[in-house]
Every structure is written in C-alpha cells, then in structure tokens.
C-alpha cells in the first residue's frame, strides 16, 4: 500500500502561482501511474492532471492546459503540480491519487489510493 501526502497549498491571488507537491512512501512510487484531482465546495471531484509511471505521458484536463503542468521526479518519491495564471474557478481541496493500473486516466474510480488533500484559494 501507498502512502500519500500533499502539501504546498495555499491563498493567492488571481494572477498568482503555487506549486503543489506529492510525495508517496510505502512502496515502489515508480510502479505508479499518478494524478491531481480536485474538489470545490458543493461540487464533485474533477481530474485536473495525470501523469504515467516513467513521466513519458502527461495528461491534462481543458480548463487547466496551458497554466498547468505535471511532473514528477521518481528519485524522490515525489509529484508535482505546478499552477501558473491561477483564477478563483481553481479554488478547491487538491488530491493526489495513485494507481498500479488505469482503466481511464481522468476517471476518479480509477485509482485506488488518495492523499487527504491541499487547500487552494484563490481570491479575486
């Protein structure tokens, strides 16, 4: 089993920047395929990114293309978000998921490991 913390959240304003880190312990993070989702108040949990276990592939979801980016550094058992251009619509709870396979990269049920989440809030 994996275990998995997220930290690097915070409040910024709309314009600003935060990068967000990950980082698993328990097992063989490089045996991982990874992802952030998020979650806002009232609202169901949505894929932001993903990224596969040797960081080849990298998916991201419309609304965040071009002002995100996903990474990871296997070396240190760590993932990352970065989040440029942040807007008030990306204010929410960030978690990081882990799965050994993936059916569908932006499907919530898909992976079967979770951190306890970030808060992001972005003021106007």
């Known amino acids: 089993q994996v275990q998995l913390v997220e930290s690097g959240g915070g409040l910024v304003q709309a314009g600003g920047s935060l990068r967000l880190s990950c980082v698993a312990s328990g097992r063989t993070f490089s045996n991982y395929a990874m992802a952030w989702f998020r979650q806002a108040p009232g609202k169901a949990r949505e894929f932001v990114a993903a990224?596969?276990?040797?960081?080849?592939?990298?998916y991201l979801a419309g609304s965040v293309t071009g002002r995100f980016t996903i990474s990871r550094d296997n070396a240190k058992n760590t993932m990352y978000l970065r989040m440029n251009s942040l807007k008030p619509e990306d204010t929410a709870v960030y978690y990081c998921a882990a799965a050994t396979s993936i059916a569908t990269v932006q499907t919530y049920n898909s992976y079967n490991y979770w951190g306890q989440g970030t808060q992001v809030t972005v003021s106007s």
């Open positions: 990224i596969s276990k040797g960081a080849g592939s990298a």
